[in-house]
């Protein structure tokens, strides 16, 4: 089957946008993809939108939010798709299905999400419902709290986890510094990350400050097309694979450490492209805590099991290594507004692979891996990304 193209994309900054609201943030990100692309709005078949929510914002029914960029696009069906921190893939994925189904040829995809008008309580709050809440033991559990379980754990099962998270906090960080769009643009050493104090504190035993990700408003948003309605358009990247894996919610039905349904989608997306690790440019993965990045490392193969760290100490993983991860940032440092994260890791994939992702840019990127996660490894989409035109 020929493969559905993304063929534009936008993205507003990412961080505490005081006086924008969900609106402001959909509208910016989406006049700005249909910009890049050049058409007029009206010749936009559906839209998607990847909002979390989880009563962040008042905006229970925000999909035709969307319409407010344009009055060409009233009337058009918009849905909204909600899969916890995989929402934006989750919106991505259903638009891929509507080209595919023969109902659209040109789609919009914008993900969103305010959070900063909300307290850190409420936030962790929020998050937490997405959370198994059928058990009381689980359902009192904050996100923090559950990556911490993961981090304890690889203690126990193989070896302390903590430097290697602390030099995934730093190398993110140090990557956030040339992108325009991350919230936190501020360099941090191995020393503060590695070493609880007033400015690090413990967050959820073990995890620092530095090893979690951030609050954040923001959005980004892609234009999808059809094989032949690609052809229109001067840059276009192609999905060489996309799957989408869910594994049980309860954490006492599953190995969590494991993170088999990662490895499961990651891996069936190498099948499906006929590719792997080795053949890949860049990735950017949800670094929602840093154990979360270690973890992927070996999802990914790039590691045996409990040696997630050798990619961080053999440089692969780094800017300047073979296959550099968040190049962007990551979660970490570019920021998490969970609604938009998955379409932000796609459109900044998009600009990498058609040389136009400035100061982040991976020269002569032609294949790149996206792994956004919802939940604690619940809902896993990967995207195998691919320059069919640059």
């Known amino acids: 089957m020929n493969p559905v193209s993304i063929v ?5 900054r990412f961080g505490r946008l005081d006086g924008k609201n969900l609106e402001d943030l959909i509208v910016e990100a989406a006049s700005e993809a249909i910009a890049d692309a050049a058409i007029d709005p009206a010749e936009i078949d559906a839209v998607y ?8 914002v008042a905006d229970g029914f925000a999909s035709s939010l969307i319409h407010q960029v344009s009055p060409a696009l009233r009337f058009k069906p918009a849905t909204r798709c909600e899969n916890a921190c995989a929402s934006g893939s989750a ?3 259903s638009a891929i ?7 659209a040829d040109l789609v919009l995809v914008v993900g ?15 998050l937490a419902g997405a959370g198994y809440q059928n058990n009381p033991a689980e359902a009192g559990l904050s996100f923090p709290q559950l990556f911490g379980i993961a981090a304890r754990e690889y203690t126990k099962r193989y070896h302390d986890p903590l430097p290697a998270m602390a030099r995934i906090a730093v190398k993110n960080h140090r990557n956030a510094l040339d992108n325009p769009l991350a919230q936190m643009q501020r360099e941090v050493d191995f020393d503060f990350c590695d070493t609880v104090s007033d400015k690090n504190p413990l967050i959820a035993s073990p995890l620092r400050l530095t090893d979690c990700s951030l609050i954040s408003d923001g959005a980004a948003a892609v234009i999808l097309a059809s094989p032949e309605r690609a052809k229109s358009f001067a840059r276009q990247v192609s999905f060489r694979a996309h799957t989408h894996v869910s594994d049980f919610l309860p ?9 088999e349904g990662p490895e499961l989608a990651i891996r069936s997306a190498y099948q499906e492209a006929g590719i792997s690790h080795q053949d890949l440019d860049f990735a950017e993965v949800h670094d929602c805590f840093t154990i979360a990045e270690l973890l992927v490392y070996e999802a990914m193969g790039l590691a045996p099991k409990g040696q997630g760290e050798r990619a961080l100490l053999d440089g692969t993983v780094t800017r300047e290594g073979r296959l550099p991860v ?3 940032g990551g979660l970490k440092a570019k920021g998490h507004p969970v609604g938009a994260t998955g379409v932000s890791m796609h459109a900044l994939a998009f600009r990498q692979l058609t040389g136009t992702a400035g100061g982040i840019q991976r020269e002569g990127a032609e294949l790149g891996m996206v792994f956004n996660m919802g939940g604690a490894a619940v809902a896993n989409h990967v995207s195998i990304l691919e320059a069919t035109r640059a």
Not at 8 to 12: I, P, V
Not at 251 to 259: E, S
């Open 8 to 12: 534009a994309s936008g993205h507003t």
């Open 251 to 259: 954490l006492d039905k599953r190995d969590f450490l494991a993170f």
């Open 49 to 56: 939108l990847g909002h979390f929510n989880s009563g962040m």
């Open 326 to 328: 968040n190049l962007s």
């Open 91 to 93: 919106a991505i994925f």
């Open 97 to 103: 299905n509507a080209i595919r189904s023969g109902s």
């Open 112 to 126: 969103a999400e305010k959070m900063t008008s909300n307290t850190t309580e409420q936030v962790t709050r929020a």
